[in-house]
């Protein structure tokens, strides 16, 4: 995990919980942050038991931030994508705040602090990309970005063939089985919203819909199984090599 990008990750998801349910803390906020950081938070969170211990009497930055930080870390370790790390520190967090803050603001105001903190989440992972995972050469053997063999991360070919041959995009003029094939090489087959589809074939949401429907039914695409706004979509796992396709953890 990168150490500065984590920190500031955890100091946005940190901040704002601390001001709903403990404004008068606002003010030493950025002082006792600061502290925490110092360490990272490891030797504050290095048992995840401590984080669930019994409700203290006023909200604790600390807490709040080493909860975050360590959630991070094990999400660090799933082998799963974006959307399932997303999932797995909403779900942590959510869990935390309730055990210790349950009772204390109106469920609206709630699950809206839960969605600011998978949007941030979500923007973390997704700026880190496909090299969140990849391990850093030793110092002095660095590899030219060049001259780095690209993983296979889609099946090219099988997937061209497939779609070509598919009845549901013959009348298509928007969504065509060649834009399709782009787009999955751009999006490495990794798990993607409608707004990505959207935006690359400039279509509107209607429209999007429609085709991502015919695509799933027809078996070229998997759903996460989530509603609204957190629905997400990706390639098949018969259009992915073996070493793309891992297993993940149910989405909460």
């Given at each position: ?7 500031e990750?955890?100091r946005?998801l940190t901040r ?27 030797s504050?969170?290095?048992?995840k038991?401590?984080?669930?211990r ?15 930080f360590?959630?991070l870390v094990e999400?660090q370790?799933l082998?799963a ?6 999932s797995?520190?909403?779900?942590e ?5 309730v055990?210790?803050?349950a009772?204390?603001?109106?469920l ?7 969605s600011?903190?998978?949007?941030n989440?979500?923007?973390y ?7 969140w995972l990849s391990?850093?050469p030793?110092?002095?053997k660095?590899?030219?970005?060049e ?7 889609i099946?090219e070919?099988?997937?061209?063939q497939?779609?070509?041959g598919s009845?549901?995009l013959?009348?298509?003029?928007l969504v065509?089985?060649e ?10 087959g990794r798990w993607f ?8 074939f ?8 429609t ?12 759903h996460n199984?989530e509603?609204?706004n957190r ?6 796992r018969?259009?992915?090599p073996?070493s793309?396709t891992p ?6």
């Amino acid at each position: 995990m990168d150490r500065a990008g984590s920190l500031e990750l955890v100091r946005a998801l940190t901040r704002p919980v601390v001001e709903l349910f403990c404004p008068q803390k606002l003010s030493a906020f950025e002082e006792e942050f600061a502290a925490f950081a110092l360490t990272a938070g490891v030797s504050r969170v290095s048992e995840k038991a401590a984080l669930f211990r019994p409700r203290p009497q006023s909200l604790d930055t600390t807490l709040v931030a080493g909860m975050f930080f360590q959630v991070l870390v094990e999400a660090q370790k799933l082998p799963a994508g974006t959307p399932q790390r997303v999932s797995y520190v909403r779900k942590e967090a959510k869990n935390f705040l309730v055990k210790h803050l349950a009772g204390e603001i109106t469920l609206s105001r709630f699950y809206r602090l839960l969605s600011l903190i998978e949007e941030n989440v979500q923007n973390y992972f997704e700026s880190l990309g496909s090299e969140w995972l990849s391990p850093r050469p030793s110092p002095g053997k660095e590899i030219p970005t060049e001259s780095r063999p690209r993983p296979q991360t889609i099946k090219e070919e099988e997937l061209r063939q497939a779609l070509a041959g598919s009845e549901l995009l013959k009348q298509g003029r928007l969504v065509t089985p060649e834009g399709l094939v782009t787009f999955f090489k751009e999006t490495e087959g990794r798990w993607f919203r409608v707004l990505d589809l959207e935006e690359h074939f400039k279509v509107n949401k209607k429209t999007a819909w429609t085709y991502l429907n015919l695509l799933l039914k027809a078996g070229f695409l998997e759903h996460n199984g989530e509603k609204a706004n957190r629905v997400r979509y990706t390639l098949a796992r018969a259009f992915k090599p073996p070493s793309s396709t891992p297993q993940f953890p149910s989405a909460t």
